[in-house]
């Protein structure tokens, strides 16, 4: 498998996931609007994950949207010193290809859920139950998406495994 086919096998996966949640928000009456708000906060982080993690809705070729991902993974990747040391092996396909594969959620793990996951231990502390409600959605939705992918490189046996050291 290509770079760019697992690059868009993992878009679409994305993309199905944020289609089923705006299905069940279009579902949700009007008038249930806590429930519509959870719903819409989930759906808000799965479009999240695919426009930051993914660069989906960058314009132009793939392959120069993997090339900035590749960029951004070469910042961050010393961050995990076991993935830090399989990417250094890889040669140069294998190198776009664990990009196209890993590359969103190193960055998504980085960027945004240990911050995340540090504020709500702070909202369960001072018990701001507002923020801790959103939070648990986001950080849900967000590991949930992890977790799609996750299985998507297992089914593939495409750089699998490789967070399970991660307590996030």
């Known amino acids: 498998m290509t770079y760019i086919e697992i690059d868009e096998a993992i878009i679409r996966i994305t993309r199905r996931i944020c289609d089923?949640?705006?299905?069940?928000l279009d579902s949700i009456p009007k008038e249930n609007t806590t429930e519509r708000k959870a719903v819409l906060l989930e759906h808000g982080m799965y479009v999240?994950?695919?426009?930051?993690?993914?660069?989906?809705?960058?314009?132009?070729?793939?392959?120069?949207?993997?090339k900035t991902r590749q960029h951004f993974l070469n910042d961050k990747l010393p961050v995990y010193p076991d993935l830090h040391k399989k990417y250094s092996e890889l040669d140069e396909n294998d190198k776009l290809n664990f990009v196209a594969a890993l590359q969103?959620?190193?960055?998504l793990r980085d960027q945004w859920l240990k911050s995340q996951c540090a504020e709500l231990s702070e909202a369960v502390r001072s018990g701001e139950a507002a923020k801790i409600f959103e939070l648990k959605i986001k950080i849900g939705a967000v590991k949930n998406m992890f977790k799609?992918?996750?299985?998507?490189?297992?089914?593939?046996?495409?750089?699998a495994f490789m967070f399970d050291k991660e307590d996030i």
């Open 20 to 24: 089923e949640c705006k299905v069940k």
């Open 48 to 66: 999240f994950c695919r426009n930051a993690g993914l660069l989906a809705n960058c314009t132009g070729r793939r392959e120069n949207c993997i």
């Open 104 to 107: 969103a959620e190193i960055f």
């Open 148 to 159: 799609a992918w996750e299985k998507w490189r297992r089914d593939n046996n495409i750089y």
